[in-house]
C-alpha cells in the first residue's frame, strides 16, 4: 500500500493536492470491489443460492476487468502513455493487479470446494466432481458424449500442418497430450479441443441416477472422455484452458463515414484481439504452460492455475435451474408508484418519482405506450443506452411511429458489450420510420432522457423522464436507480435543448435548471464544492452528501480535499473505484467513504449541497469519474418537488449512512473495513429497510 503523506498543517499549498501519495490507483480500487462482492459469497446470513450468485458474479466481474480496465492499463505500458495522478507506471499497475487477482481468483475456488460446493450438496443440490461420479451417471455421461458431445467436437493436432488455432475469447479449451501414430503415420504430440458455444456448460442429470438436482461441468465430461476423439492412440494427460482477451472496440471516428459499418466490422474481430490473461488447469505441466504463454505473448504472471473448471462463472446457471425458494431471496414484490390510468393527467399535477426496484419500472414502460397510442401526442424523443435484446420500450417506440407519432431514438451503438443488441434494435427502429441517431462523435451518450410532446388545448407540453439507470426492465429489477417523471416546463425545456443538441447540430447552450456534461457537468459540481468550502470558511456549516458508483476525477477529488481542509463535513458512498483517500491527516479529515454491497447492484447517483440551508439535490446518470464529466454526454437533474427531495434524501443518502451490515469503510490507506452495529446500536440494511417500504 502506498503510506498517506505527512501534510498535518492546516491548509497546504494546494500543489500538494497533487501529492501522488494522496491517490489510490483506479484500477487496483476497482479490482478490490470484487473482494467485498466475494464477502457476500462467504456470508452464513445470505440465502445459499444467493452466495453463489454473488461468487458468480466476482467472476464476471473479473473477466470484464481484464478485457477492458488490465488490458488498458497493458495498452498504456505499450504505448508509453502517461501516468495516473496516483503515480504509479503501467508496469507497476500490471504487476499489482495480477498479484491480487491471483488472491482473488484463490479466494473464488477456496470458496466454491471447500464452502459453497460442500453446503450445496448438503442441501440438496449437488454439482457433481469428476471423480465423484458413480457407475450409472458415468455409463450416462458417456452415452451423453457420444451422442450430443463428439458430433460437433473438431480436435487439431498440432505439428507443421497444423499450426497453434485462433482461440476465441473466453472459450473453454482442453489442451491434450497424446502418445503414439494415427492412421496417417504421424507421431500424436499435442492437440486442441475446443468446446463449441452451442454446448451447454452445466449439464442436469437424469433424476433417476442423480436426485432432482444433479449436475457435472461441460469441462469435466469433455476431460473425462477425450480418448474417444484420438482412437488408436493414448491420451496421456488433458487440461482445460480459457484466454482472456482485450475487449475494448477502438473505432477512429473522425475516419469513418458509417459508424454502425465500422462497429460491425469491429464486433467480427473482437473475439481475437490481444491476449491478457491465461487461466489453465493447476495439474498442467510447466513446459505446456510456457508453451500456452509464448503463443499467447503473454508474461508469465499472465497464467492462474485453476483448481476447479476455468469458467466457475457458468456454474450461475445452477441457481436458474433449481426451483428452490428457501435458498434465495424472497421474491420481490415491486410497487407501482403511480395508477396506470391517467398517467398524462397525474403527472400534469404532481411530479413522480420512481425508485428502482423497490418501485416497478412498469411505470415508464407505461408511459411509453400511452404515448404511443394517444391522439394528443405528437412526438416522443428518447436516448437508449443499454435496452436488451427483447425490449419493450424499443417496441412500444415503433407502435408509437407506426401510429403516425414522430420519433426520435438516440442510441449509443458504443455501450460497451450491448453493440451488437443496440444495432439491431436501431435497424428495427429504423425499418418502422424512427429517425435514429447515433450520438455524437468522440463522446458516448450515457444520459437517459425521455421527452413526450403532448398537444393539450391551445397549447403544447413537454412531458419528461430522467433517470439514473437504463432503459432496461431486467437491469431495472437488479439495480438500485432513480427515475423523475415531470410536467416541469423548464426541465421538459432543458431537455428539449439537449436533444436538438444531439440531434442536429446545435450550438452550446445554457440550460436553465439541469447540469449536461462535457459542458457544464464538471464546472457546476466544481462550483458547488467550492460554494460548500465558502461557508465553511466564513464559519456556517459547509455539508456534501454524495451518492455514485466510482469516483476518480483529480480536479473534483482535489476539491474535495479543500473542502475537507476548510471544515466541510463530507460523505461519500461509491459502490466501486474510489481514488480519494479519506481520513489522511490535515487533508481529508473530514471525509468518510462507505461502500455498499447487497442484494441489489448500488447505481443510483445522488448529489446533495448543504448551501447553508438552502440545500440542492441533483440525481444524475454520471459518476464522477473523468470520462462521465469531461468525455460523455451526461445529464443532472435537480428533484425540484420538495416532498419527493425529502424522500431521495432520506432514502438513498440518510438510508444508506445508516447501514452497520453490508457497508465497508475505505481507510487512507486503500483497504476497506466491514462495518457492524456498534454498542447499543440496532442492525441496519438500507436496501431491506426500503424493501420493507420505509
Not at 467485498?36 to 466481474?61: G, K, W, Y
Not at 461441468?217 to 480459457?242: C, K, N, T
Not at 404511443?372 to 424499443?394: C, F, M, N, W
Not at 487512507?668 to 447499543?680: E, K, L, R
Request: hydrophobic share 45%; net charge neutral.
Amino acid at each position: 500500500m502506498i503510506s498517506a503523506p505527512n501534510l498535518a498543517q492546516a491548509r497546504p499549498d494546494p500543489e500538494q493536492l497533487r501529492d501522488p501519495a494522496l491517490y489510490i490507483n483506479r484500477e487496483l480500487s476497482q479490482l478490490d470491489f470484487n473482494f467485498r462482492v466475494m464477502a457476500q459469497a462467504m456470508d452464513e446470513r445470505v440465502p445459499l443460492l444467493e452466495r453463489l450468485r454473488f461468487l458468480c458474479i466476482s467472476c464476471t466481474n473479473l473477466d470484464e476487468f481484464f478485457e477492458i480496465r488490465a488490458a488498458t492499463v497493458r495498452h498504456a505500458q505499450e504505448f508509453g502513455l502517461p501516468t495516473a495522478p496516483d503515480g504509479m507506471s503501467p508496469q507497476a499497475i500490471l504487476t499489482a493487479i495480477h498479484e491480487r487477482s491471483a488472491r482473488l481468483v484463490q479466494q473464488q475456488y477456496d470458496c466454491w470446494n471447500t464452502v459453497l460446493r460442500p453446503a450445496l450438496s448438503e442441501a440438496g443440490v449437488e454439482v457433481i466432481a469428476r471423480d465423484q461420479w458413480d457407475a450409472r451417471q458415468r455409463r450416462w455421461l458417456r452415452a451423453y458424449f457420444r451422442h450430443e458431445i463428439l458430433p460437433v467436437l473438431s480436435p487439431l493436432g498440432l505439428d507443421p500442418a497444423h499450426p497453434f488455432p485462433r482461440i476465441l475469447n473466453k472459450t473453454l479449451n482442453i489442451v491434450v497430450t497424446l502418445k503414439g501414430v494415427d492412421a496417417f503415420g504421424r507421431a500424436g504430440h499435442m492437440a486442441i479441443v475446443r468446446a463449441p458455444r452451442s454446448l451447454p456448460r452445466i449439464i442436469k442429470l437424469p433424476e433417476r441416477i442423480a436426485g432432482p438436482h444433479g449436475f457435472v461441468f461441460l469441462s469435466s465430461v469433455l476431460s473425462a472422455f477425450v480418448e474417444e476423439l484420438f482412437p488408436g492412440m493414448e491420451v496421456q494427460g488433458a487440461y482445460q484452458f480459457r484466454v482472456t482477451r482485450n475487449s475494448e472496440l477502438i473505432v477512429d471516428e473522425d475516419e469513418v463515414e458509417n459508424l454502425a459499418l465500422a462497429l460491425r466490422d469491429e464486433l467480427v474481430t473482437r473475439g481475437y484481439r490481444p491476449a491478457v490473461r491465461l487461466e489453465i488447469a493447476s495439474d498442467c505441466p510447466r513446459p505446456i504452460v510456457r508453451e500456452l504463454l509464448k503463443n499467447f505473448s503473454l508474461p508469465d504472471n499472465a497464467a492462474y492455475y485453476i483448481d476447479g473448471p476455468v469458467n466457475l462463472n457458468r456454474v450461475i446457471q445452477v441457481y436458474d435451474l433449481v426451483d428452490r425458494p428457501d435458498l434465495k431471496y424472497p421474491a420481490l414484490v415491486q410497487r407501482v408508484a403511480v395508477e396506470p390510468e391517467g398517467l398524462f393527467d397525474t403527472i400534469s399535477r404532481r411530479d413522480v418519482l420512481l425508485h428502482h426496484p423497490f418501485d416497478s419500472f412498469s411505470t415508464v414502460l407505461e408511459l411509453i405506450r400511452q404515448a404511443a397510442v394517444d391522439p394528443e401526442v405528437l412526438a416522443i424523443k428518447q436516448t437508449l443506452y443499454r435496452t436488451g435484446k427483447d425490449s419493450a420500450i424499443v417496441d412500444a417506440l415503433i407502435l408509437a411511429a407506426r401510429n403516425g407519432k414522430d420519433v426520435t431514438v438516440v442510441v449509443e451503438l458504443r455501450a460497451r458489450f450491448d453493440e451488437e443488441a443496440n444495432l439491431s434494435q436501431a435497424d428495427r427502429l429504423q425499418e418502422a420510420g424512427v429517425q435514429v441517431v447515433y450520438g455524437v462523435v468522440g463522446y458516448k451518450t450515457h444520459a437517459k432522457m425521455l421527452l413526450i410532446v403532448r398537444r393539450e388545448g391551445r397549447k403544447l407540453r413537454r412531458y419528461v423522464h430522467l433517470g439514473t439507470g437504463n432503459y432496461h426492465s431486467g437491469t431495472a429489477r437488479a439495480y438500485t436507480d432513480l427515475g423523475l417523471i415531470t410536467a416541469d416546463a423548464d426541465i421538459g425545456n432543458d431537455v428539449h435543448l439537449l436533444f436538438q443538441q444531439l440531434s442536429g447540430l446545435g450550438p452550446k447552450m445554457k440550460l436553465k435548471c439541469m447540469l449536461q456534461a462535457p459542458f457544464s457537468l464538471h464546472s457546476g459540481v466544481l462550483a458547488r464544492i467550492e460554494r460548500e468550502t465558502e461557508h465553511a470558511l466564513d464559519g456556517r456549516p459547509g455539508r456534501i452528501i454524495a451518492k455514485m458508483n466510482a469516483l476518480n476525477e483529480p480536479q473534483v477529488v482535489r476539491a474535495l480535499y479543500a473542502a475537507s481542509q476548510a471544515g466541510v463535513q463530507i460523505d461519500l458512498i461509491v459502490r466501486g473505484a474510489c481514488t480519494l483517500r479519506p481520513g489522511v491527516p490535515g487533508v481529508s479529515d473530514n471525509i468518510r467513504v462507505r461502500s455498499i454491497i447487497g442484494r441489489f447492484l448500488e447505481h443510483s447517483r445522488v448529489y446533495w449541497f448543504g448551501n447553508d440551508g438552502a440545500a440542492e439535490l441533483f440525481c444524475a446518470s454520471a459518476d464522477w469519474l473523468e470520462r462521465n464529466l469531461l468525455r460523455r454526454v451526461e445529464t443532472c437533474f435537480p428533484v425540484r418537488d420538495r416532498q419527493l427531495a425529502k424522500r431521495v434524501y432520506n432514502e438513498v443518502l440518510l438510508n444508506y449512512l445508516r447501514d452497520n451490515l453490508n457497508a465497508w469503510e475505505l481507510q487512507a490507506d486503500g483497504s476497506y473495513v466491514a462495518v457492524s452495529p456498534g454498542p447499543g446500536q440496532a442492525p441496519h440494511s438500507a436496501q431491506m429497510a426500503l424493501l420493507e417500504g420505509i
